[in-house]
């Protein structure tokens, strides 16, 4: 029998091998899973919902197609975490809200299908601020996810919980999403690999807003290959998402191969405006010249874009107060005081300055290609300093005040959200107090493949895998 911790740090790709030569039974890995996750998240509240009973019947039925020579998928067997912002039939949804607290779908979502139909166990949902509204994972539902590496210390979010979880060994690969940043910040945050794909690589289904080209479903996992696999599962065009990119996924575990040289990469600290921690921009631009190494010519560069931040808290804050607003009006106790804040600013927001941010959102996007037509890639510091307290976050960073408010903090994330192009966060380094810090891989309009396999060649010469957190 494999040792249980070994198994929950193992990489999906290997146990998926392991599993189809029946070298290790679908339970066994199981179990050794949930018993990790029992043992720890009661001090890193990475789940709000186990799904343990449900979980193990799913493993045992895989047990059994192995052992009978039935058909076997990708990920067969695999232990996924699911966000609760997700449907999974028969499985409590909350959004993180207590307006949700018992409701439970009769469906599946989209991303949520494809992984059980590839042969995935779902294990439960992970925790997430209310509707996904912020940065740090805190609900009124439950204590706040903790960051596996200093319990003191924020997960980051929306994605707090799925990335907490695959840093703690609840199993290698979490499902997750990010409208601004939330698969790329808590995994900087936490140590581990994040990717926001294309915009419609995964359909995003279901969805309040299927026109907002903005929420990007995508995988977090402990290494780059794993992400690749679990995308190459999730991805994939389907009707009900009407933005869906309409044509057939490439095999993004392949695309890993093959190295980077010769690629003419864009180095920028900050994007021109973006205040970073002096520790997180030393240690992020060690990263980005790496790929020197790796055969780029790298070169530092500012976008000379306009700051989108003011409009785009516009277009995110008009867009909460028209979905929650009614919610905080029937039961104003039942909202977060940092959603409150949003819906109140939001509730401000005029018709024409509507329409003016759109605009402004066309002429970014006009101007950020105009710029990436002379890169391959465009490398940046992910998260701008490392995790702060899960009760309050900083006040300022590198002497610039940051915007309490909650959404769009943090303008090295949100603005590959605003073009829709892949963008990934990669482990790079360590704080002097022990803190992960996150080097961002950007790729141009659906440079999904050449995303992956850059960061895989980054993972190549500074793996971070190894390295777990001192639980």
Same mark, same amino acid.
């Given at each position: 029998?494999?040792?249980?911790?070994?198994?929950?740090?193992?990489?999906?790709?290997?146990?998926?091998?392991?599993?189809?030569?029946?070298?290790?039974?679908?339970?066994?890995?199981?179990?050794?899973?949930?018993?990790?996750? *029992?043992?720890?998240?009661?001090?890193?509240?990475?789940?709000?919902?186990?799904?343990?009973? =449900?979980?193990?019947?799913?493993?045992?039925?895989?047990?059994?197609?192995?052992? !009978?020579?039935?058909?076997?998928?990708?990920?067969?067997?695999?232990?996924?975490?699911?966000?609760?912002?997700?449907?999974?039939?028969?499985?409590?949804?909350?959004?993180?809200?207590?307006?949700?607290?018992? !409701?439970?779908? !009769?469906?599946?979502?989209?991303?949520?299908?494809?992984?059980?139909?590839?042969?995935?166990?779902?294990?439960?949902?992970?925790?997430?601020?209310?509707?996904?509204?912020?940065?740090?994972?805190?609900?009124?539902?439950?204590?706040?996810?903790?960051?596996?590496?200093?319990?003191?210390?924020?997960?980051?979010?929306?994605?707090?919980?799925?990335?907490?979880?695959?840093?703690?060994?609840?199993?290698?690969?979490?499902?997750?999403?990010?409208?601004?940043?939330?698969?790329?910040?808590?995994?900087?945050?936490?140590?581990?690999?994040?990717?926001?794909?294309?915009?419609?690589?995964?359909?995003?289904?279901?969805?309040?807003?299927?026109?907002?080209?903005?929420?990007?479903?995508?995988?977090?996992?402990?290494?780059?290959?794993?992400?690749?696999?679990?995308?190459?599962?999730?991805?994939?065009?389907?009707?009900?998402?009407?933005?869906?990119?309409?044509?057939?996924?490439?095999?993004?575990?392949? #695309?890993?191969?093959?190295?980077?040289?010769?690629?003419?990469?864009?180095?920028?600290?900050?994007?021109?405006?973006?205040?970073?921690?002096?520790?997180?921009?030393?240690?992020?631009?060690?990263?980005?010249?790496?790929?020197?190494?790796?055969?780029?010519?790298? *070169? *530092?560069?500012?976008?000379?874009?306009?700051?989108?931040?003011?409009?785009?808290?516009?277009?995110?804050?008009?867009?909460?107060?028209?979905?929650?607003?009614?919610? #905080?009006?029937?039961?104003?106790?039942?909202?977060?005081?940092?959603?409150?804040?949003?819906?109140?600013?939001?509730?401000?927001?005029?018709?024409?300055?509507?329409?003016?941010?759109? #605009?402004?959102?066309? =002429?970014?996007?006009? +101007?950020?290609?105009?710029?990436?037509?002379?890169?391959?890639?465009?490398?940046?510091?992910?998260?701008?300093?490392?995790?702060?307290?899960?009760?309050?976050?900083?006040?300022?960073?590198?002497?610039?005040?940051?915007? +309490?408010?909650?959404?769009?903090?943090?303008?090295?994330?949100?603005?590959?959200?605003?073009?829709?192009?892949?963008?990934?966060?990669?482990?790079?380094?360590?704080?002097?107090?022990?803190?992960?810090?996150?080097?961002?891989?950007?790729?141009?309009?659906?440079?999904?493949?050449?995303?992956?396999?850059?960061?895989?060649?980054? *993972? #190549?010469?500074?793996?971070?895998?190894?390295?777990?957190?001192?639980?």
């Amino acid at each position: 029998m494999a040792d249980a911790t070994e198994l929950c740090f193992t990489p999906a790709t290997e146990l998926a091998g392991r599993i189809r030569t029946k070298e290790l039974s679908p339970v066994e890995l199981l179990t050794a899973v949930l018993a990790r996750m *029992e043992a720890l998240d009661p001090a890193i509240h990475a789940f709000i919902t186990v799904d343990a009973e =449900r979980a193990m019947v799913a493993a045992r039925e895989a047990e059994a197609t192995l052992m !009978h020579g039935g058909p076997l998928g990708p990920l067969h067997g695999i232990p996924v975490s699911i966000k609760d912002l997700e449907p999974v039939a028969g499985l409590r949804l909350t959004y993180g809200s207590k307006f949700f607290e018992d !409701h439970v779908p !009769h469906f599946d979502g989209v991303a949520v299908g494809r992984l059980r139909r590839a042969g995935a166990v779902v294990i439960g949902k992970t925790n997430t601020p209310a509707f996904g509204h912020k940065d740090m994972c805190d609900n009124l539902l439950m204590p706040a996810t903790r960051n596996p590496w200093n319990l003191e210390r924020t997960s980051g979010a929306s994605s707090g919980g799925a990335a907490a979880a695959v840093a703690a060994g609840f199993g290698p690969l979490a499902h997750g999403s990010d409208g601004a940043g939330s698969i790329r910040i808590p995994s900087a945050l936490c140590g581990v690999f994040g990717l926001k794909p294309s915009y419609g690589r995964v359909p995003h289904w279901p969805a309040a807003d299927l026109w907002g080209a903005r929420s990007h479903p995508g995988p977090l996992a402990r290494t780059v290959r794993d992400a690749a696999l679990m995308l190459g599962v999730m991805a994939g065009p389907d009707p009900r998402d009407p933005l869906s990119i309409d044509g057939p996924p490439e095999d993004y575990l392949a #695309a890993c191969d093959g190295g980077v040289r010769g690629l003419h990469v864009a180095w920028s600290p900050d994007l021109g405006y973006a205040p970073v921690d002096t520790e997180v921009r030393r240690r992020t631009a060690v990263a980005a010249h790496c790929f020197e190494e790796l055969g780029c010519e790298v *070169e *530092e560069a500012n976008p000379g874009w306009d700051h989108p931040g003011p409009w785009h808290a516009v277009i995110y804050r008009a867009s909460i107060a028209g979905r929650l607003g009614p919610l #905080a009006d029937q039961r104003p106790e039942w909202i977060d005081h940092s959603l409150a804040q949003v819906i109140e600013l939001g509730r401000a927001v005029t018709a024409r300055e509507l329409l003016d941010a759109q #605009a402004s959102r066309t =002429r970014f996007y006009e +101007q950020a290609m105009t710029f990436m037509a002379g890169y391959d890639l465009l490398l940046t510091p992910a998260m701008p300093c490392p995790a702060w307290s899960y009760q309050q976050p900083p006040a300022e960073i590198d002497g610039t005040p940051v915007q +309490q408010v909650a959404g769009g903090r943090w303008p090295l994330m949100y603005p590959f959200n605003l073009t829709g192009w892949p963008a990934a966060s990669v482990p790079c380094g360590f704080t002097a107090k022990g803190l992960p810090v996150g080097l961002q891989i950007v790729a141009p309009w659906h440079q999904d493949a050449r995303c992956l396999r850059a960061a895989a060649a980054f *993972e #190549a010469v500074r793996p971070w895998a190894l390295r777990r957190p001192p639980l």
